[in-house]
Every structure is written in C-alpha cells, then in structure tokens.
C-alpha cells in the first residue's frame, strides 16, 4: 500500500500583513508545525490525515497528499509535490513524497 510523507520544509511570518489585519499581540508563526516535522497519511487506504496534523493545513494539501497515496500525480509529477498551507499571514510549506508501506490494509 501507498501513503504520502509529509515533511515541514518552511514556516513563515508575515509581520506587517499580521499588524495590519489580525489583532492578536502574540501572533507569530505557526506554532503547530515546526521545520523537519514528518508525518504519515493514515486509514486503511493510506490516505487519511496524519496523527497530530493540523486540520486547516490538512484540508489545504489534502488533494495533492491523497492523490499521491494512492498512485496518482500533482502537476504530472511522479511522487513528489511542494504544497503550501494558504495562510497569507503565515504560510507553511511542505514537501510530499510517496512512500511504499507493506503493512496490510485494516477494514
């Protein structure tokens, strides 16, 4: 079975759009994901959300890692893609891979 890695590559903040527009002091980078960070897509199919991964940053790159999971390819790319959580003010960037997982399917 496939699954897609997903590897933190960059966090970025975007200090003056956040003076701008968001009105919390603290505001900085995304405090969920630091660089280096790897997860694994899930689900008997390989191709759920990773444990502890971010549900807003999941649904920004889950077409691109679920097609990657399950054979597919983003921009005609064969097993890796360059995705980007679309907070303009601070923006996550990852690196997707698929990777072979001999594990046997759970249903």
Not at 59 to 70: D, G, K, R
Request: proline share 5%.
């Amino acid at each position: 079975m496939r699954r897609c890695k997903i590897k933190v590559l960059k966090r970025e903040f975007n200090e003056d759009l956040a003076k701008q527009y968001i009105k919390i002091p603290s505001f900085g980078l995304c405090h969920l994901m630091k660089e280096g960070d790897v997860f694994i897509t899930s689900g008997p199919f390989g191709c759920g959300i990773p444990e502890n991964f971010c549900d807003m940053a999941w649904h920004a790159i889950e077409l691109q890692a679920t097609s990657l999971a399950t054979g597919g390819k983003v921009f005609g790319i064969d097993d890796v893609h360059i995705a980007c959580y679309n907070d303009g003010v601070r923006p996550v960037m990852f690196k997707l891979v698929t990777i072979e997982d001999n594990s046997k399917p759970v249903f």
